[in-house]
């Protein structure tokens, strides 16, 4: 999610986005101290998923540059730049107001109902809490209870029908 990452992590990758007319929806950084992975998901301030390969590249090697600078990745690290495609990776607020509609798969930070991971229609986003239809009924989660969130066109995950 957009608020866990570190804000030195943000402190370089958001200033290099928004030069580029772009927005941070997450940023990850995984591994150990000898090899380490950033992942950065980018997209356009109308949230429409229209990044181009282009636009990655060239935040990539501005950031890597950047990141190279600081030492904030560490030493040792592999850099991937990407837009947020088909199956959107809901980090920030905003894009929880602009998936309002869609098919989400969500996992809570602690169990709800004895689950963490759901999937359902977000019905409603507002006042920091988000509303799920699942089949188990209504769900009603406030935003800093959901750890990792995704919205996706269900046509496209069940496959080619035919």
């Known amino acids: 999610m957009y608020r866990d990452i570190p804000q030195e992590l943000v402190e370089v990758i958001e200033p290099i986005a928004q030069d580029h007319g772009l927005e941070v929806v997450e940023a990850d950084l995984a591994g150990g101290s000898s090899e380490r992975r950033l992942r950065v998901v980018l997209d356009t301030p109308l949230g429409d998923g229209r990044v181009t390969l282009d636009q990655c590249a060239s ?3 501005e950031l890597g540059h950047a ?3 600081s030492g904030v990745a560490g030493s040792a690290f592999s850099l991937e730049v990407m837009s947020p495609g088909v199956d ?4 920030r607020e905003v894009d929880f107001e602009r998936a309002v509609g ?8 602690s169990p709800l109902n004895g689950q963490r991971r759901f999937r359902g229609e977000l019905v409603a986003f507002a006042e920091e809490r988000a509303t799920f239809l699942t089949e188990a009924g209504e769900l009603q989660v406030p935003f800093s209870a959901i750890a990792r969130a995704k919205a996706f066109d269900p046509a496209l995950a069940e496959g080619p029908s035919g």
Do not use: I, Y
Request: glycine share 6%; no cysteine; charged share 45%.
């Open 59 to 61: 935040v990539s090697r």
């Open 102 to 109: 869609r098919r989400v798969e969500f996992e809570t930070r």
């Open 67 to 69: 990141l190279d600078a």
């Open 88 to 91: 959107r990776v809901l980090g």
